[in-house]
T-cell receptor, first 112, second 114 residues
Framework: SQKIEQNSEALNIQEGKTATLTCNYTNYSPAYLQWYRQDPGRGPVFLLLIRENEKEKRKERLKVTFDTTLKQSLLHITASQPADSATYLCALGPGGSYIPTFGRGTSLIVHP | DGGITQSPKYLFRKEGQNVTLSCEQNLNHDAMYWYRQDPGQGLRLIYYSQIVNDFQKGDIAEGYSVSREKKESFPLTVTSAQKNPTAFYLC?????????????FGPGTRLTVL
């Protein structure tokens, strides 16, 4: 069955360092992958979309990579700040329509 | 001020009662969605609607019902048939169902069954 795996353990890092969050998938051939940020008790907020034929995408301090051979996407947050502390969800979409499947998310905690 | 609103933020229900969660958007979006989120789990799709007067079941539609009589509104009813309704419910909307049509989420409703 299709599976999306995100690390269930929280990622703790020091302010200023680069945070790297991982999204792995199996039995899936996604046409695109999205990353969302979710703060406690709130709805997710869209960050970035990367298509299957794109290797890398950047937006401000965010960089997303997509390796369809490894079946993995990485979200890098450079110069991390305590305000970046949140849960980060990845979502994979099939071709055609926009009904992505979400992973469980990984919690990021940035310590001052 | 455009956006998507959900009410109430917290909802308590006795077992055996139906309850309706509200979702309204003023983004002029055609598509709307309902997701359920449980602790440690990803968002699971309950229902979605591409246009007014049309909706489709998602992965976990059993025990839920929806209506889409107006473009801006997509209420979700949690019926007594839903075995484990306590969860965080999220409504979302998007311009359409294309790949680049970003989903915008509401603030969520936390439902607790007593």
């Amino acid at each position: 069955s299709q599976k999306i795996e995100q690390n269930s353990e929280a990622l703790n890092i020091q302010e200023g360092k680069t945070a790297t969050l991982t999204c792995n998938y199996t039995n899936y051939s996604p046409a695109y992958l999205q990353w969302y940020r979710q703060d406690p008790g709130r709805g997710p907020v869209f960050l970035l979309l990367i298509r299957e034929n794109e290797k890398e995408k950047r937006k401000e301090r965010l960089k997303v990579t997509f390796d369809t051979t490894l079946k993995q996407s990485l979200l890098h947050i450079t110069a991390s700040q305590p305000a970046d502390s949140a849960t980060y969800l990845c979502a994979l979409g099939p071709g055609g329509s926009y009904i992505p499947t979400f992973g469980r998310g990984t919690s990021l905690i940035v310590h001052p | 001020d455009g956006g998507i609103t959900q009410s109430p933020k917290y909802l308590f229900r006795k077992e055996g009662q139906n309850v309706t969660l509200s979702c309204e958007q003023n983004l002029n979006h055609d598509a709307m969605y309902w997701y359920r989120q449980d602790p440690g789990q990803g968002l699971r799709l309950i229902y979605y609607s591409q246009i007014v007067n049309d909706f489709q079941k998602g992965d976990i539609a059993e025990g839920y019902s929806v209506s889409r009589e107006k473009k801006e509104s997509f209420p979700l009813t949690v019926t007594s048939a839903q075995k484990n309704p306590t969860a965080f419910y999220l409504c979302a909307s998007s311009a359409g169902l294309g790949v680049t049509d970003t989903q915008y989420f509401g603030p969520g409703t936390r439902l607790t069954v007593l």
